[in-house]
């Protein structure tokens, strides 16, 4: 990954999701700030990839890529499909934010996993939940919590997602506390 895969990525999303969906391009904006502000805690190549996933994490939510209605499969399968997009990329992209809790209310798990099998570094995708669930809707910085029951508020308890985000609520704030606690002890390391 480079700055050329980075440019592709925020043309990409942009492209899809800022003509139709301006507040989703606002909080991928906010989501892309907050990676490169964390970067530094992944390898430079893993940095690369990271940015680029938070940039396209929400690119499914696009109305023309709307097959299933789960965004993080539609974004995957875009991103493989009509881009050849690297494995690693798009099995962020398709995995994003616990997504396969989700994928379970919406019977699509089994697909979910056949096809992008969820990557074992456990840094970088605590590392895109963390930018993901502490950015708002609008781009702006949040707490996790916040985050959760702004979405709790928006879709219902009783809702698919309502459901999907309580179920992942631990889970987020654990993949948050993670890597809050991995920018603590690099801080302290100076």
Request: overall charge negative; some cysteine; glycine content about 6%.
């Amino acid at each position: 990954m480079d700055c050329l895969v980075m440019e592709w990525a925020t043309r990409v999303a942009e492209t899809e999701l800022s003509p139709v969906l301006s507040r989703r391009w606002a909080h991928t904006q906010g989501v892309t700030v907050r990676a490169a502000e964390i970067r530094h805690l992944l390898s430079r190549t893993d940095a690369d990839l990271f940015i680029a996933a938070a940039t396209l994490h929400d690119v499914g939510y696009a109305p023309r890529l709307a097959v299933t209605g789960f965004h993080p499969l539609d974004g995957a399968r875009f991103l493989r499909d009509e881009h050849g997009a690297d494995e690693r990329l798009v099995r962020l992209v398709a995995n994003h934010s616990f997504a396969l809790l989700e994928a379970e209310e919406r019977g699509l798990r089994e697909v979910l996993e056949a096809e992008f099998p969820l990557l074992e570094d456990q840094l970088l995708v605590d590392a895109l939940v963390y930018c993901d669930m502490t950015t708002t809707p609008d781009g702006e910085r949040t707490t996790a919590e916040e985050r959760v029951a702004e979405i709790r508020g928006r879709y219902g308890d009783d809702s698919l997602v309502g459901r999907f985000i309580r179920r992942a609520a631990p889970e987020i704030f654990a993949a948050v506390g993670r890597v809050e606690e991995a920018l603590a002890a690099q801080s302290r390391r100076g």
